[in-house]
């Protein structure tokens, strides 16, 4: 088993352990504010839109549209919206196909998260600024109130 550290209690952050974790990695993410989902909890004017329907690459600005259909094709709204549900989550579209928790609450969202980092027994580390990342042969990551040393 690898022991793994995500840099970062966002959205982002938060489903890369979830998915480590049941993959069966020791995970510990850091956070350096006081809470995870901070922003997650805000989303969606308050009420948590967290994918749209009728996502296509054409609603993107990027110079390779080629590469962000590719990137939907892999993990698009229907996937979100099933590891969403995998956690405990009622999701809903509206009739414009954005799609929100059943509660109309983001930090309905950011609760699932948090259920689930404790289900799956992941370490928190919150108030921990990543300060220095280096690599020689084993990963070195120092923080403020310690560091973390892994071997690749």
Excluded: W
């Amino acid at each position: 088993m690898k022991k793994i550290s995500v840099i970062g209690g966002g959205a982002a952050g938060l489903a890369c352990a979830v998915f480590l974790a049941r993959a069966g990695e020791e995970v510990t993410v850091l956070e350096r504010g006081e809470r995870v989902g901070r922003k997650l909890s805000a989303t969606g004017n308050g009420q948590g839109n967290v994918t749209n329907l009728r996502m296509g690459e054409e609603h993107y600005f990027s110079d390779d549209r080629a590469k962000v259909a590719r990137a939907l094709a892999r993990f698009g709204s229907r996937e979100t919206v099933s590891f969403l549900q995998s956690m405990g989550g009622v999701f809903l579209p509206d009739g414009r196909g954005r799609v929100y928790p059943a509660s109309r609450q983001a930090s309905a969202v950011t609760d699932l998260f948090r259920r689930e980092l404790a289900r799956l027994d992941i370490e928190v580390k919150l108030g921990a600024r990543v300060t220095a990342l280096s690599y020689d042969g084993t990963f070195h990551l120092t923080f403020d109130g310690g560091t973390m040393s892994k071997v690749k």
